[in-house]
């Protein structure tokens, strides 16, 4: 076949086409909408796994900012619970400054449950937990846990009013990163019976059952929200705990408290002071066997008569010889119902007490030798500590101590001695003393308890109260007894966590 005609028949194949088969020319403006169709699908895929990626990085940082809020939550209120320890609620309430707006609208404000509070929710939710300086400067410091005012100077704050951080290393360059806050605030449980029966004035910023609300506010940071006044960089928890004074010793109102019934007293001396105030008698007695004939309140005052000047808050009695019963007051109070156990009292004495004690000075249990009590081994009215000491002890000469002394055997005192806080003396419960010049700042408590086998009893025999020549033995101070009594850890008596809509 020669190339014409080859040329001519494709020629004429190319003219010859199916009537029903368009060619590619007529098909190019279906298949550029077919793309277009795809790539908008692919378009608005891509931009929900973005949104929803987004939406997943929000839920996983909120999740995981949660958590850190509330483990810092938690942390601030063990941390309070521990700094609380030894410290005297009233310093704590009226803040580091020891003052107080001290008004009739600042104190319903600070009666009110929103006061607990160190600042609002809605300011932690916005809170630059880098620099939270510039929103919380202003506020008061009622409240934060501190040492108390002293000489003048305003006391330390120990967890400071722009609270506790959390950090980790900065993995994009030097320094740290700050993940989450605590902030903490002590207020008290006012417009409770047991409150008011002992603060009639029902004030807020003066503890009256040893009771205090401690609320801890965990903030961490997580993707920020909103600005303005309706910013939100935080997540934020709310924890609050009530404490209450670990043992049942503080809040009896007396310079001196004797524990038994068929007691021995001795009071051969003439001039001494024991001096209480309007809380309570000057020397008060529980009377641990009312059916046996025996008044522990009646043989003291049959050995003072005459004697010394012992005054308080007495009916029917002299103004120098202020001694009464104050077992109902015992009795109506559950937190002391352990102040007529003589297990209780025992295993206190000799066990519990030893191993909470900062200085354990002897475990001479059998009560044959003495130790001499100095300096080194007590604290100060800035620090506090429990002292222990298992058997007999001697004080003399110039020591001041504060604190909790716990004294197992027979405590004498003698010289320019001064205690601040509470002194136990149980066990063979015999305390004496002769020319003790400066005297106990807080309480005084005596009690003669014995183990036999297993059973346990108050040991009539040893409870002993001699008081001989010029001393000064002891004046009621509430708030010192009340921090001795609170060197032991505090009791949490409830927890909760504080959610919308269910404050108070």
């Known amino acids: ?55 997943e990085l929000r839920i996983s940082d909120n999740s995981e900012s949660m958590v850190q809020a509330r483990f810092a939550g938690r942390a601030g209120i063990e941390h309070a619970r521990e700094l609380c320890r030894g410290l005297m609620f009233d310093e704590i309430l009226k803040g580091p400054d020891g003052a107080y707006t001290n008004t009739s609208d600042y104190l319903t404000t600070a009666r009110s449950v929103g006061f607990r509070n160190l600042a609002s929710l809605q300011t932690f939710r916005a809170l630059d937990i880098t620099d939270p300086s510039t929103s919380l400067s202003a506020l008061p410091d009622d409240g934060l846990i501190n040492t108390g005012m002293s000489g003048g100077v305003a006391g330390t704050e120990l967890i400071p009013k722009y609270g506790n951080l959390f950090t980790v290393a900065n993995p994009y360059g030097s320094g740290n990163l700050v993940l989450a806050r605590y902030f903490v605030k002590v207020t008290d449980n006012n417009g409770e019976a047991s409150e008011i029966a002992r603060d009639a004035a029902d004030n807020p910023f003066h503890d009256g059952d040893g009771t205090v609300i401690v ?153 044959n030798d003495t130790t001499d009590l100095t300096s080194a081994m007590v604290g100060s009215r800035s620090n506090p500590k429990v002292t222990w000491i298992g058997g007999n002890c001697k004080a003399a000469g110039n020591i001041t101590g504060a604190g909790l002394l716990v004294v197992t055997g027979e405590l004498t005192i003698n010289g320019a001695v001064r205690w601040d806080g509470l002194i136990l003396v149980i066990g063979k419960g015999s305390f004496r003393t002769g020319g003790m010049n400066n005297g106990i700042y807080g309480g005084l408590i005596v009690a003669g308890v014995k183990k036999t086998g297993n059973v346990y009893a108050f040991d009539e025999v040893q409870t002993d109260f001699d008081i001989r020549g010029n001393s000064q033995i002891a004046t009621y101070d509430g708030a010192l007894a009340n921090m001795g009594n609170g060197l032991a850890p505090l009791r949490q008596i409830a927890f909760r966590e504080i959610l919308g809509g269910m404050d108070p």
């Not at 040329?7 to 279906?30: D, I, M, Y």
């Not at 007529?340 to 059998?366: G, Q």
């Open 215 to 367: 609320r801890s506010i965990g903030v961490a940071r997580t993707i920020g929200d909103g600005n303005g006044a309706d910013a939100r960089r935080n997540s934020v928890v709310v924890y609050e705990s009530r404490f209450r004074q670990g043992l049942p010793f503080g809040n009896l109102g007396s310079p001196a408290v004797v524990i038994g019934s068929k007691i021995s007293a001795n009071f051969s001396g003439n001039a001494f002071d024991i001096i209480g105030n309007s809380a309570g008698p000057g020397i008060g007695t529980i009377d641990t066997d009312r059916g046996d004939g025996y008044s522990p309140s009646e043989i003291l005052k049959t050995a003072t008569k005459g004697k010394g000047n012992i005054t308080g808050n007495c009916t029917g009695s002299s103004a120098r010889q202020c001694i009464a019963d104050i077992t109902d007051s015992v009795d109506a109070d559950p937190s002391k119902a352990m102040l007529k156990d003589p297990e209780w009292l025992y295993e206190f004495a000799y066990n519990e007490s030893r191993a909470m004690a900062d200085y354990r000075i002897s475990d001479n249990n059998n009560n």
């Open 1 to 55: 076949m020669s190339k014409t005609s080859l040329k001519e028949n494709r020629a004429e194949g190319a003219e010859t086409r199916h009537p029903g088969f368009p060619g590619l020319r007529e098909e190019s403006g279906v298949a550029m909408l077919v793309v277009m169709i795809a790539l908008a699908i692919l378009t608005a895929f891509s931009a929900y796994l973005s949104l929803s990626s987004v939406e």
